[in-house]
């Protein structure tokens, strides 16, 4: 009598791919933007500028009439230029270091700065319009004036370079010291932008 004996299927173990992607979550992620988030940010820079505004037009009720409108452009406009022009400035000079910046990640971090200074200008403007209605001497309102626009673009400067800096964390120090140089230039530049467009303010050329 022939005896059968079960025969031994064997079961397919799943494939592994040796660079199969990690789970969601808890694989690092490369820093970029998508189309809607890069909207997002600018939308938050158009806020920034926006608040400077009010800042503007507070330091315009001095004066009153086309001053408003004056005051309101200039503020805004200190910050949009080194937005507009420092800021991609800075990445094409980072470029040529090969920093590890993204287009992305700069727009994202600059917008959230001018943000920033923008948000801390539309806190300071109730102030600003009290005391730029009621301080008889242009030379006391200009101070205030100058007062408000350092707290608030110093801050704003602050933010963009702890941001930009954690950037450079891993780099090797004679690259990190070439990064941090270009950061210390743009700085000056920064200043000296918004200073030279804030200066087109009438309050600040002794406009009673």
Do not use: D
Not at 69 to 89: C, E, T
Not at 139 to 161: D, H, K, N, P, S
Request: proline content about 7%; some cysteine.
């Amino acid at each position: 009598m022939q005896q059968s004996f079960p025969t031994l299927v064997s079961v397919p173990q799943p494939s592994v791919m040796p660079n199969s992607a990690p789970s969601a979550g808890l694989g690092a992620r490369p820093i970029s933007l998508e189309p809607q988030s890069v909207t997002q940010e600018l939308a938050r820079l158009g806020a920034g500028l926006g608040l400077a505004a009010l800042y503007g037009l507070a330091l315009g009720a001095r004066s009153g009439g086309v001053a408003l409108l004056q005051h309101a452009l200039v503020a805004s406009a200190g910050l949009a230029a080194v937005g507009a022009l420092g800021v991609p400035a800075l990445f094409v000079l980072l470029a040529l270091v090969n920093a590890p910046v993204s287009p992305s990640a700069l727009l994202a971090t600059a917008a959230r700065s001018l943000g920033s200074a923008g948000f801390v200008l539309a806190g300071l403007a109730p102030s600003a319009a009290l005391l730029a209605v009621t301080i008889e001497s242009p030379e006391a309102a200009a101070f205030v004036t100058r007062a408000g626009l350092t707290l608030a673009g110093g801050i704003g400067l602050f933010q963009l370079l702890s941001s930009v800096r954690a950037m450079f964390a891993a780099l090797p120090p004679e690259q990190r010291l070439k990064c941090n140089a270009l950061l210390f230039g743009f700085c000056v530049f920064a200043i000296t932008l918004a200073g030279r467009v804030w200066y087109l303010l009438p309050i600040l050329q002794g406009a009673a």
